[in-house]
């Protein structure tokens, strides 16, 4: 049974940082192309960035140059720090499986001062 769980969320005031960690079990993380989501209150879930199985990374246009995703194979988990945060950053951060059903339960992070 793949589960995904993240992790590293907050409040944070604009212009700091967070890492979000997502530790996948029952599956190996490095095999599939992995991203993470947003969904902000009363927006739609939107994609942040993925990774596929060679590292090929890419952005949305609105985190380009302050989010980066990675993977640690040994860890079975893939990160995403988020730097220059921003109010509209605030967000529940999800991580998913590409081409599967698979989501973990999303970790807040809030961005105010």
């Known amino acids: 049974q793949v589960q995904l769980v993240e992790s590293g969320g907050g409040l944070v005031q604009p212009g700091g940082s967070l890492r979000l960690s997502c530790a996948a079990s029952g599956m190996i993380a490095s095999e599939y192309a992995m991203a993470w989501y947003r969904q902000a209150p009363g927006k739609r879930r939107e994609l942040v960035a993925t990774?596929?199985?060679?590292?090929?990374?890419t952005y949305a246009d609105s985190v380009k140059g302050r989010f980066t995703i990675s993977r640690d194979n040994a860890k079975n988990t893939v990160y995403l720090q988020m730097n220059d945060l921003k109010p509209e950053d605030t967000a529940v951060y999800y991580c998913?499986?590409?081409?599967?059903?698979?989501w973990g339960q999303g970790t807040q992070v809030t961005v105010s001062s």
């Open positions: 990774i596929t199985q060679d590292s090929s990374r």
């Open positions: 998913h499986r590409i081409g599967s059903d698979n």
